[in-house]
């Protein structure tokens, strides 16, 4: 989390001119060169990957990673502090509601329930502030 919120400070604080996916290109690839090499001293070799998994790799890394990076990125920039903080603590509620829904994995409400007092926390103070 801290992490996330020097990440997210940083990208208000020097904010560069330039578009929202050139920036969000250079972060990953800064990012890759600096992992790349912990990964190739440290883990196994991969085995030959197929065609099917090259494709999958492919939609992969332009779906999950450069739009959704994208897409957040654009939205940091656009978007007020508490808007984006407010981001992490629905983070929790939105995966137990997709794992209710969808996987039908009751038992992850229950690990979660913390989550909402302390939405609901903030969102009152939110309200309080506002008015």
């Given amino acids: 989390m801290a992490g996330m919120a020097t990440s997210v400070w ?11 996916m050139a920036l969000t290109g250079w972060q990953l690839a800064l990012g ?8 190739w001293l440290f883990d196994a070799p991969l085995p030959m990957l197929t065609f099917t998994q090259c494709v999958a790799y492919t ?3 332009l779906a999950g990673v450069l739009i ?5 990125f654009r939205g940091i920039t656009r978007l007020h502090g508490v808007a984006v903080a407010s981001q992490g603590l629905l983070r929790p ?5 997709q ?3 969808v996987l039908s994995q009751a038992m992850f409400y229950a690990g979660s329930s913390s989550c ?4 609901l926390w903030f969102k009152a103070r939110q309200y309080a502030r506002a008015n």
């Fill in 93 to 97: 509620v939105v995966s137990v509601l």
């Fill in 32 to 39: 890759g060169t600096m992992l790349g090499p912990a990964a």
């Fill in 68 to 72: 959704a990076y994208g897409l957040w």
């Fill in 99 to 101: 794992n209710l829904t």
């Fill in 59 to 61: 939609y992969l890394s």
């Fill in 10 to 20: 940083l990208t208000r604080h020097w904010q560069i001119d330039l578009p929202e």
């Fill in 116 to 119: 909402w007092p302390a939405y």
